[in-house]
């Protein structure tokens, strides 16, 4: 049993030192070496030794479960003093608060515990690090998973030596971000009020201590929330930061909350006075906030039908994005059409807007296409003019370029290639090559680590 434990701990320690940056000491001198632990610097195996002997008293690792930051063993430096301190996650079933976060400090080169945090639920649902208060220490912001339905945030500060809990709330997600661009980050929490309705807290620096600023009702559930919604950090017209919060019903609408900082209090900017509710309300197409045309603005997405070119065909939607004011006044600044299914998304002229329809449809198990057709009277009325194929398969390269198809893009087992219909050359909006190519773009999937 010592030796698993060991060999736990070695390979927590050995994982952790590939990312800091103070484990050069860790080498492989021969290829026997990689079937063997590889030896320790001196410091680790100290802390090693620590950490054994809480396993050892029954205590298992219990890593956060979602985020970023997801090791057992972790490296921070918690008081901007330029050295790291080690944090590692734990469960002790029969305490009366299991889970427990034992953070070690260096003195004289070696590590000594020198605090740990206890918190009771199911687990440790998540944990980051950042100054709140710009003075160089981190607060760890720490998400207790206490029930199915429960979780609690906990934000500590170290920097009398002991850890004190700065605040405690219930939470669905939260946010990190600089919402009255003063350098320093705001923490938002998200949960629901005591009628079940929405609410976003903002909790500032105020006295020397975390606590809340200002609240605003959101239009978002936080069952919407949690079916696909996402919270998304951007900026509004003026390039004033903002917090964009979105749900997905059941009925697959999507509503969206745009929340930014007037006057030193967090306002809904998007939220009616008259309903309640927010303004931005579409179909969902798994399409979130972001700054789609690079102009340093965060737009939103709102997808809009598009004429069936034939009686069985599926429904397609072009995609209109617009950017708000802080007014909560939108402005639209580019349409899209998004292949979601195939990853590509092409940037609609304004000329095509309301002369259009779209069908895709299979080619063969490994090539789909997209037809954009010139919209008429009457389902003889539609004309071709573009085609759009995702090609995979062996045969992909000879396929790309056959009948008058062009590449567009390359993926490593993808090509993405189109073609120019005859009625595309006879029409006054039509497009040459080089246009369809610039617009032309890969959907690029963000690295989803979890949520906070």
């Known amino acids: 049993m010592r030796k698993i434990l060991r060999f736990g701990v070695m390979l927590a320690l050995v994982l952790l030192c ?17 079937y063997s632990l590889p030896s320790l610097p001196a410091e680790y195996e100290n802390l090693e030794s620590q950490i054994n ?3 050892a008293d029954g205590a298992e ?29 734990m469960r002790k079933a029969d305490d009366d608060k299991p889970l427990k976060i034992y953070i070690f400090g260096t003195r004289n080169g ?31 912001i720490v998400g207790w998973k ?17 850890p004190v809990e700065l605040m405690r709330t219930n939470y669905v997600k939260y946010a990190l971000t600089d919402l009255d661009d003063n350098g320093v980050q705001e923490l938002v929490t998200l949960h629901a009020d005591n009628q079940g ?28 929330l949690n079916n696909l919604g996402r919270v998304t950090t951007g900026t509004i017209q003026d390039g004033k930061p903002a917090l964009y919060v979105v749900g997905v019903g059941d009925s697959s609408s999507q509503i969206t909350d745009i929340l930014t900082m007037s006057k030193g209090d967090l306002v809904n900017i998007v939220l009616s006075d008259i309903t309640g509710a927010s303004s931005i309300v579409a179909h969902s197409m798994s399409l979130y906030p972001t700054d789609i045309n690079g102009d340093g603005v965060t737009e939103v997405p709102v997808p809009v039908v598009l004429p069936s070119p034939g009686e069985n065909s599926e429904s397609s939607y072009r995609v209109e994005w617009y950017s708000y004011d802080a007014e909560g006044q939108p402005k639209a600044v580019v349409s899209t059409y998004h292949d979601i299914d195939d990853g590509w998304y092409l940037t609609l002229p304004d000329t095509w807007l309301g002369r259009i329809a779209v069908n895709r ?25 573009l085609k759009i194929y995702t090609i995979t398969g062996a045969s992909r390269e000879v396929k790309a370029v056959r009948d008058k198809r062009f590449i567009l893009k390359r993926q490593a087992e993808t090509i ?23 617009g032309f773009s890969l959907i690029t999937t963000e690295w989803n680590t979890g949520d906070y």
Not at 421 to 430: K, L, R, T
């Open 18 to 34: 590939t990312t800091a940056s103070g484990c050069s000491g860790l080498k492989f001198s021969s290829a026997d070496d990689l």
């Open 53 to 55: 002997d809480i396993l």
């Open 61 to 89: 690792y219990a890593a956060p479960v979602s985020g970023s930051n997801i090791q057992p063993v972790q490296m921070a430096d918690l008081n901007g003093d330029g050295q790291e301190e080690a944090l590692v996650f």
């Open 110 to 140: 070696t590590y000594e515990q020198i605090a740990v945090i206890e918190g009771s639920g199911s687990s440790i649902y998540s944990v980051v690090y950042s100054d709140l208060n710009g003075d160089g220490h981190n607060e760890l």
């Open 146 to 162: 206490v029930a199915s339905e429960l979780q609690i945030l906990s934000v500590y500060t170290l920097r009398s030596g002991e």
């Open 197 to 224: 309705g929405g609410v976003a807290d903002l909790y500032t620096w105020q006295s020397g201590t975390l606590a809340l600023r200002s609240s605003a009702a959101i239009s978002v559930t936080m069952a919407e």
């Open 361 to 385: 449809s299979l080619s063969g198990s490994d090539e789909t296409v997209v037809t954009f057709f010139i919209r008429g009277q009457g389902l003889d009325g539609y004309q071709d003019f």
């Open 416 to 438: 993405f290639s189109a073609r120019l219909q005859d009625a595309n050359n006879a029409w006054e909006y039509g497009m040459t090559e080089d246009q369809l190519r610039s």
